[in-house]
């Protein structure tokens, strides 16, 4: 299993980025896939999340807004568009997948994803 992320970069507050996470190795088609960011000394944080059919998505009160999960099962990428960025979104952020198969939830605890990609760092700064 690889999930590969990638998007990240220095960017202006009130500026955008995506992140997509590229993912082989499984059927990706099958798994929840989500979203999580970390900064230094702090826990890691849960941020968006998408079930297996894209039916659903689940994301934490901060981004609600401006951030959207999306997800392509013909390109087994899911992706993170961020908008009007805030220097507080800055951490790496690191695309996950669920444990369960066809799961019609989306966990916000990271104990429950059991595959994680290498993290791409997000700067948000003037």
């Known amino acids: 299993v690889q999930l590969q992320a990638s998007g990240g970069g220095l960017v202006q507050p009130g500026g955008s980025l995506r992140l997509s996470c590229a993912a082989s190795?499984?059927?990706?088609?099958?798994?929840?896939m989500s979203w999580f960011r970390q900064v230094p000394g702090k826990e890691r944080e849960f941020v968006a999340g998408?079930?297996?059919?894209?039916?659903?998505?689940y994301s934490t009160d901060s981004v609600q807004g401006r951030f959207t999960i999306s997800r392509d099962n013909a390109k087994n990428t899911v992706y993170l568009q961020m908008t009007r960025l805030k220097p507080e979104d800055t951490a790496v952020y690191y695309c996950?997948?669920?444990?369960?198969?066809?799961?019609?939830?989306?966990?916000?605890?990271?104990?429950?994803?059991?595959?994680w990609g290498q993290g791409t760092l997000v700067t948000v700064s003037s």
């Open positions: 190795g499984f059927t990706f088609s099958r798994h929840t």
């Open positions: 998408i079930t297996w059919s894209g039916g659903s998505t």
């Open positions: 996950a997948r669920d444990y369960r198969e066809f799961s019609g939830y989306v966990s916000r605890t990271h104990r429950e994803y059991e595959y």
